[in-house]
């Protein structure tokens, strides 16, 4: 939401001051200079990145309009879920949780978590770890250190995406030139024309510098920086569980190991040890 926000603040102070200063708007409506700029940043995206990475890209733009993280509401929620999980598994043995991890969305435990649930990489992440105790074929040690290369492999990857929108920002203002330059030669070659038409042609060429250097600047630059704060904020959340985890299987108490996660929780999204502890005997009294 904020994104919107802070998108539509920008083109209003921007327009809006040019219109206060007696612009006319309809000078910087210039289709000619947005395709230009556009297809050319369109196709070096294209030139240069993968279609695997493209479609990942596709996928995460929508996220930051969610904001940059899942929040304390998000992180009680994982934390209610982790104490769920090592409950059970205290009480039944890893084998209990065979069917929970294995058919997660048929799960009565995982059912009742619906926003991790549709968290796909979180869930995956969650199960494949829980599958290997519950098959018993690594040792903690072990264990930690494929969830650690797990993490390393998805932040690193992830990180492509905003590198991506950041380079072609910085594009945007030599496209713009490359624009303002061919509304130059179309302005030399009708020379001798009516002095107005020779206005409005400069003007058109100098609007696509502009719409470079205002996409780039403010656009573009920080879209990328939000996405790498959300990717930064994903990571985050994962390696709460990691923590979650490893502590459990080290062989602390349900309760103890999510407040080992708790305390991996950056402190402006942290939930109280209170509410924590008394959200997490609720959902234990409610099973």
Do not use: W
């Not at 926000?5 to 007696?22: D, Q, R, S, T």
């Not at 519950?134 to 290369?149: N, T």
């Not at 979650?244 to 602390?252: R, T």
């Not at 999510?258 to 040890?273: L, N, S, T």
Request: aromatic share 6%; with cysteine; glycine share 12%.
């Amino acid at each position: 939401m904020f994104t919107i926000i802070g998108a539509a603040v920008v083109l209003m102070g921007v327009i809006g001051g040019f219109v206060i200063e007696g612009g006319p708007i309809r000078l910087l409506i210039q289709p000619a200079e947005l395709m230009i700029i556009g297809g050319a940043a369109v196709g070096s995206i294209l030139i240069s990145t993968p279609i695997k990475i493209l479609k990942g890209l596709a996928g995460r733009l929508p996220k930051i309009l969610k904001g940059t993280g899942p929040g304390k509401t998000g992180y009680l929620e994982l934390l209610t879920l982790l104490y769920e999980i090592f409950l059970n598994a205290k009480k039944n043995g890893y084998i209990a949780l065979e069917q929970d991890v294995t058919e997660p969305e048929k799960s009565p435990i995982f059912s009742k978590y619906p926003g991790f649930l549709h968290d796909h990489h979180a869930l995956v992440f969650m199960c494949d770890s829980i599958k290997l105790l519950v098959d018993g074929s690594v040792s903690p040690g072990q264990l930690e250190s494929m969830m650690d290369a797990e993490l390393e492999t998805h932040h690193e990857e992830s990180g492509l995406h905003p590198t991506i929108l950041s380079r072609v920002g910085d594009s945007l203002p030599g496209l713009g030139i490359v624009a303002a330059v061919l509304g130059v030669v179309i302005t030399m070659g009708a020379l001798g024309g009516p002095p107005e038409e020779m206005g409005h042609k400069v003007a058109a060429a100098l609007v696509g510098t502009f719409l470079g250097i205002l996409l780039c600047y403010g656009l573009f630059g920080p879209l990328a920086s939000a996405m790498g704060k959300r990717n930064d904020a994903e990571h985050q959340y994962y390696q709460v569980t990691r923590v979650a985890i490893v502590a459990f299987v080290k062989g602390v108490s349900p309760i103890l190991a999510v407040e080992f996660a708790r305390r991996a929780i950056p402190p402006q999204c942290r939930p109280a040890f209170k509410l924590m502890e008394e959200t997490c005997r609720k959902a234990a009294v409610k099973k």
